[in-house]
């Protein structure tokens, strides 16, 4: 009896034992699920942390790379320049040119050719340079006017001025320190003057009611330049005396106007050689040709150097060569001319 007494209570035991196995059990498998969620919580939210540290890390990271690119680069810009001062300190000091300039010149001028013997320069006078008597009046007596020697010699003095506009200090980057300008001129030469002792062109309103057609007696019913002979001849030297209108003096000249560019070498120097490759020049002439005609364009080509003597205060020669491709009626206009000329940079 006790026997199954102590089976029952065993039994009983057991059963509870089950019995509250099986009610905690579950309430411990809860806990431990909450437990490790808790635990996985905690642990995400340290990698997030983790995460966004790494992140501001990388942040400042690029931060401080971008500053030091930035810093890196002002720092070799400062170099450069440190670099470029010292240049300049060490390069040599360079001479107060002024590249613009105003100048004046003179010298000797020659034409190829000559103008003597056109009607207006001495063909209507008795000289050598083909006056001829025919022309002259008829009532004259020819040995009045002999003396005079032919007027249009080629050689001339000529005197100018002119200026230089600075274009480019390098030649358009071609050449260092070449300048190139753009050079104008104005010059006037004088070849001869003479005091010529002629008779009135012959002309209609010359001829006289007893002289042949146009053979100028000087103006009709006029007794100037007319039956001169003897005593009488010497009233006329010089346009002297009541016959002074059968002397005139006749001047032969031309004035130059040119435009050209002008190379300029050693910009940096005193000494300054230069060229003109060719340029366009203007000639213009006086008396006019035998055709009336009084202009003439043509090319020049020209050479010099000048020299900086003290500040802006230059001195130079050159010389010029000028090339007329047509005549002016009968007159050929190619020739040279050569000389010296002092300039004010500026």
């Known amino acids: 009896m006790t026997h199954q007494k102590t089976k029952l209570a065993l039994g009983i035991a057991a059963a509870s034992i089950a019995m509250a196995g099986a009610i905690v059990s579950p309430q411990a498998i809860a806990g431990s699920k909450a437990q490790h969620h808790a635990e996985v919580s905690a642990v995400q939210t340290k990698v997030d942390y983790l995460e966004a540290q790494l992140q501001a890390m990388q942040a ?45 010149r003179g010298g000797y001028g020659k034409n190829d050719h000559g103008r003597e013997g056109s009607i207006l320069t001495d063909a209507n006078a008795t000289n050598s340079g083909g006056g001829a008597t025919n022309i002259l009046n008829t009532g004259l007596n020819t040995s009045d006017f002999t003396g005079n020697s032919p007027n249009g010699k080629n ?54 009611a007893t002289g042949a057609a146009g053979v100028s007696d000087g103006p009709a019913s006029s007794t100037v330049c007319a039956g001169l002979s003897g005593s009488d001849g010497a009233l006329i030297n010089n346009g002297a005396g009541p016959y002074g209108s059968c002397s005139a003096n006749v001047t032969v000249t031309q004035i130059t106007i040119t435009a050209s560019p002008k190379i300029k070498f050693m910009a940096d120097s005193k000494f ?73 940079g500026f």
């Open 60 to 104: 400042e990271l690029s931060s401080m790379k971008a500053a030091s690119s930035q810093t890196s680069a002002e720092a070799q810009k400062v170099q450069e320049l440190d670099q470029w001062m010292a240049s300049v300190k060490s390069a040599p000091v360079k001479a107060d040119n002024k590249y613009n300039m105003v100048f004046f």
């Open 272 to 344: 300054r050689p230069w060229l003109i490759p060719a340029g366009f020049a203007l000639h213009v002439i006086s008396p006019p040709s035998n055709g009336v005609t009084v202009t003439a364009p043509g090319i020049m080509f020209a050479a010099g150097a000048d020299y900086n003597i003290w500040k802006s205060l230059y001195v130079g020669v050159d010389a010029r060569y000028h090339m007329v491709s047509n005549t002016v009626a009968d007159v050929q206009l190619d020739g040279m001319e050569a000389g010296g000329y002092v300039g004010f």
């Open 155 to 208: 050689e001339a003095w000529y005197f100018g001025a002119g200026f230089d506009l600075n274009l480019s200090d390098d030649l358009f980057g071609i050449m260092d320190n070449t300048n190139l300008l753009g050079e104008i001129t104005f010059g006037y030469k004088q070849f001869d003057s003479k005091d010529l002792r002629r008779a009135p062109l012959g002309t209609a309103a010359n001829d006289s």
